[in-house]
């Protein structure tokens, strides 16, 4: 009797002590981590929505793809010249101050929302399934299928990389936001659509190369007494693109340069397409002309806003 209650015992010792380690690393999985966002968020505890949500990130991954998504509005998706200087130039520095307004107007929202509001808005998002898809030793990838009311009940499959930091883990990357834009697709259009003039868009980059041209030649002509003929010698580059000889050639239109004096100095960019037209800037004066051979994209294209 007595070596029967022993194995019992054995027994017991290693299911209790199997139950606990089972607990202990439950608790540092990443399904564990996201029981706690959901507290969290329930709780409205902003620390520790924080703690296991690296908000930042997932709106800087969000802004880029709505970024991208929202050019191909514009008509201007696949020049990467043009991509290159949007994106390094205002779009860049104005992500970190955008992010963290959207970051702080979240958290707020999320504080100064009504308990039945909230709750009512927690109850709609339905989740589907949740599995974690993938996990190395400190990173994972985490699928969530939600049905989303305000696009008519349909599966939004949210796929959100997670990293471990000794004993949680924390959800920093979104990492499908294009498929997510996609389900918006028809109200990101309408929201630029009516008021969007892609060939605007496309002129401005035009004038915008041209005016920097013409600034850089009027400084070589105060310090030269002439003009460069050479776009590789020009203080500004007109991109950021180490341009050489007196042209270059976007997707979309090209650019090019001519006389050294003031009377001949210009710079001339060329649309480039079934309806094309050229904008010319003369160094010495600044002036801006549009001419179009009779098609009419000119009377698109309101050169006063340049002035």
Known sequence: MKKVLSVILILFVLCTA??????????????????????ALQSKDSMMIEKYIDIESLLGDAFDTFFKESLKIY????????????????VSASKPQIVSALKQGILDGIKNTSESSYEESISKSKIK?????????????????????????KELKLLLGMKKYSNYWRIERLQNSEDILKLFEEELAKAFSPSVNPEQN??????????????????????????????????????????????????????????????????????????????????????????????????????????
């Open 75 to 90: 008509g201007i998706e696949n020049n990467n010249d043009m991509l290159d200087m949007m994106i390094g130039g205002v």
């Open 202 to 307: 496309i002129a401005s980059e035009m004038i915008s190369i041209l005016k920097n041209i013409s600034g850089s030649m009027q400084r070589a002509m105060l310090i030269n007494g002439k003009y460069h003929t050479d776009l590789s010698l020009l203080d500004v580059q007109p991109s950021n693109i180490p341009f050489k000889g007196n042209s270059f050639k976007t997707d979309y239109f090209e650019v090019s340069i001519s006389g050294t004096t003031q009377s001949t100095g210009k710079a001339v960019a060329r649309r480039i397409g079934p309806k094309p037209y050229t904008i010319t800037i003369y160094y010495d004066s600044g002036d801006l002309q549009c001419s179009d051979a009779g098609n009419g994209m000119c009377g698109q294209i309101n050169l006063y806003d340049y002035y």
């Open 129 to 153: 399934s949740l599995k974690v898809i993938r996990k190395d030793s400190d990173l994972a990838s985490v699928e969530i299928i939600l049905l989303v009311p305000e696009a008519g009940n």
């Open 18 to 39: 199997g139950l606990w380690w089972a607990y202990n690393n439950w608790k540092e999985s990443p399904s564990y981590s996201l029981s706690k966002v959901g507290l």
